[in-house]
C-alpha cells in the first residue's frame, strides 16, 4: 500500500497504538491526539496530517487504518485499505472458526447432531476421506512442532492443523478415498525428517485409520493417540506408528491389568519370566525376528547353532516352553507383549 500510494500508511489498535506501518519508527507509538475522535466517530476524519478511518464491529472499535495526509486522494487511500484490511480479517476469522470447528469435533465437544449443521455453516465437506496424524515431540524448543508443520501445509484449506500443547500438535488432512496407509507414512516420514532437520529433535507420529466422515474424525484422534502409546510400550523405536498395524498390541492395550497377570501366571507356572537373563530376552528376540529359523539366529547372533540350540533348551527347562514349536512361540511371543504392557501401564484397570 506505501508503494502504491507513494504515503505513510499504517493500522492502529483500540487503544490508538500503532501495531503495523510502512514507517518502522511509527510502531508501538501511541497516538493520543486521535483518542477524542474515536470516541465520537466510527468513520473517517482527520488529524495533523493524518486521514483516519475506523473499522468497527457491533459498536466496538476494531482496528483503526491511517494514511499521511489530508486531502480526497488520503481518504480514498485510507478506504481501500480499510476494505482490505477487512477481507484479511474475514479470511483469517473463517479459518480459525474451521480449526476451532475440527477441534471440538475431535475432542467430543460438539453434539453429534450439530456436526453436520455447523460443517455446513463454515463450508467443510463431509463426505471427505482425512487422516489424522498425531505428532508429539520428545523436547521443547523455543520454535514449537507447530510452526514447522504449518510451514509443511500452508495454508491449505483442506488440512487442519491444530496446536494442542507445546508438545503435541494434529494434523487432520483431507486425502482421496483411493490413499494408501502407505501414503499417509510416506507424509508421516516428510513430517518427522523436516523436524528433526530444523528442530534437531525427535517426534513420533501415530496415524490413524481413515475417517470417511466428520463424525469419524473424533474416532480418529482416538485410533491415532492409542497408535502413539501402543507403540511406546511395544515399539518404542519406530518414530512412526498407523493403527491397522497395531495387531496383538491393540488387544492387549484393552485388556485388564488383572486379566493380564492372571494369563502371565497361568503360563508361566514352572517359572516366571523375570527368570530370563538379558542374553536370552536377546536371544528370544532374534529368534523371533528370524521366524524361529535356528541357522538364520545363530548367524545373526555371531554364535555356533548348537549354542543357541542349547539356549532355547535352557528357555524350554525355566519356562516349560519350546520356543521351536509354533504354538508354544506364540503363547511365548504373547506373554512378552503382556509383561512390557504390564511393566509400562501397571495402574491401568
Known amino acids: 500500500m506505501n508503494e502504491a500510494s507513494g504515503r505513510k500508511v499504517g493500522i492502529l489498535d483500540e487503544n490508538a497504538v500503532v501495531v503495523a ?18 470516541s465520537e466517530t466510527f468513520g473517517t476524519f482527520v488529524c495533523e496530517g493524518y486521514t483516519y478511518k475506523v473499522l468497527d464491529s457491533h459498536g466496538k472499535v476494531d482496528y483503526i487504518v491511517f494514511v499521511e495526509g489530508e486531502d480526497e486522494a488520503a481518504k480514498t487511500f485510507c478506504a481501500i485499505i480499510g476494505v482490505s484490511l477487512l477481507n484479511i480479517k474475514q479470511l483469517y476469522d473463517e479459518k480459525y472458526e474451521k480449526v476451532n470447528f475440527i477441534k471440538n469435533v475431535m475432542l467430543d465437544n460438539i453434539l453429534p447432531g450439530d456436526i453436520y449443521i455447523k460443517s455446513k455453516e463454515f463450508r ?40 494442542l500443547d507445546e508438545r503435541n500438535v494434529v494434523l487432520v488432512k483431507e486425502v482421496k478415498k483411493s490413499a494408501t496407509m502407505d501414503e499417509m507414512e510416506t507424509i508421516a516420514k516428510t513430517i518427522v525428517d523436516t523436524v528433526g532437520v530444523e528442530l534437531f529433535t525427535k517426534i ?120 521351536r514349536m509354533f504354538d508354544d512361540a506364540i503363547v511365548f511371543k504373547v506373554a512378552m507383549m503382556v509383561k512390557n504392557y504390564l511393566t509400562s501401564n501397571p495402574i491401568k484397570l
Do not use: W
Not at 273 to 285: A, C, F, K, P
Open 21 to 38: 506501518s510502512s514507517d518502522f519508527s511509527m510502531l508501538n507509538l501511541v497516538i493520543e491526539p486521535i483518542e477524542k475522535y474515536i
Open 124 to 163: 467443510v465437506d463431509d463426505d471427505v476421506c482425512r487422516f489424522v496424524f498425531l505428532i508429539k515431540a520428545n523436547e521443547v524448543g523455543e520454535v514449537t512442532i507447530y510452526e514447522v508443520i504449518k510451514n509443511i501445509f500452508p495454508e491449505k484449506s483442506k488440512d487442519f492443523i491444530i496446536n
Open 204 to 323: 513420533t507420529i501415530g496415524i490413524s485409520a481413515p475417517a470417511d466422515t466428520i463424525k469419524d474424525i473424533a474416532r480418529a484422534y482416538k485410533e491415532a493417540k492409542i497408535s502413539l502409546e501402543v507403540g511406546k510400550i511395544f515399539d518404542a523405536q519406530k518414530p512412526i506408528v498407523n493403527y491397522e498395524s497395531l495387531g496383538i498390541g491393540r488387544l492387549i492395550y484393552h485388556l485388564p491389568t488383572t486379566l493380564c497377570e492372571l494369563f502371565l501366571n497361568e503360563i508361566f507356572k514352572k517359572g516366571s519370566i523375570d527368570v530370563l537373563d538379558q542374553e536370552i530376552i536377546i536371544t528370544i528376540q532374534e529368534f523371533f525376528a528370524n521366524s524361529l529359523n535356528v541357522s538364520e539366529t545363530a548367524r545373526k547372533l555371531f554364535v555356533h547353532r548348537n549354542t543357541l540350540v542349547y539356549r532355547l533348551d535352557k528357555i524350554y527347562k525355566l519356562t516349560g516352553l519350546d520356543l
